[in-house]
C-alpha cells in the first residue's frame, strides 16, 4: 500500500533529510501538516505532541529514540549511555502516546553497539543515522503492507534520563 506521510520535526538536520529519503524511496507519497496522512512520523522531535497530532494520522505517529526503549527513555539517552559506559545503544521507533515520554508501544527496534572511539555526536552521526533509516524502512514496508507492529515497553526495565 502506497501511504502519504507527514514528516515532523526540524528539516535540514540529519535525521530528517535521511527519513526524507527513505520515504521517497519507499515510493510513499508525502502529506503536508494540513493534509490528512496516513502515517506521521518523527525522526529527530524533542517538543511533546498535541492530542491531535497523535491521532490525526490514519495509523498513528513513529517517533525515533536512539535507546534501546524502555531503557534510557528522554533527551539525552546517548550522552547518558556513554557516561555510565553502556554496551549497547539503539535506533527504536515508537508509537506517540499520550502517557508518559517515550513510552508507546515499539513499531521497530536495531541495537547498536557503542563505538567509544567515537564521541556521542560521532557515533550518532556514523551509526545510529544509519540504522534510524534502515529500521524506517523495515517500519515503512511492513506497515504499508498491513502488519502493524505493536510491542508494548515493560514499564519495570524502563529508565528516564534527565537531559544533560
Not at 502515517?39 to 495509523?59: G, M, R, V
Not at 521507533?93 to 560521532?122: H, Q, T
Not at 544509519?130 to 508494548?152: D, F
Request: glycine share 8%; net charge neutral.
Amino acid at each position: 500500500m502506497r501511504m502519504k506521510i507527514r514528516i515532523l520535526g526540524k528539516p535540514g538536520t540529519l535525521a530528517y533529510e535521511l527519513a526524507y529519503e527513505v520515504v521517497a524511496k519507499s515510493g510513499h507519497s508525502f502529506c503536508a501538516m494540513n493534509g490528512l496522512a496516513d502515517l506521521a512520523i518523527a525522526p529527530l522531535f524533542t517538543d511533546k505532541l498535541s492530542l491531535s497530532e497523535i491521532l490525526d494520522p490514519f495509523f498513528g505517529t513513529l517517533i525515533f529514540h536512539p535507546s534501546p526503549l524502555p531503557y534510557g527513555r528522554g533527551a539525552s539517552s546517548l550522552k547518558w549511555a556513554y557516561k555510565r559506559s553502556e554496551p549497547v545503544a539503539a535506533a527504536t521507533w515508537f508509537w506517540a502516546n499520550e502517557g508518559k515520554m517515550d513510552s508507546g508501544d515499539v513499531c521497530e527496534m536495531e541495537i547498536v553497539k557503542i563505538d567509544y572511539a567515537l564521541s556521542p555526536r560521532e557515533f550518532y552521526e556514523c551509526h545510529i543515522i544509519p540504522a534510524l533509516g534502515r529500521t524506517l524502512e523495515r517500519a515503512l514496508k511492513a506497515i504499508g503492507g498491513g502488519y502493524i507492529r505493536r510491542v508494548p515497553q515493560v514499564e519495570q526495565y524502563s529508565s528516564f534520563d534527565l537531559k544533560l
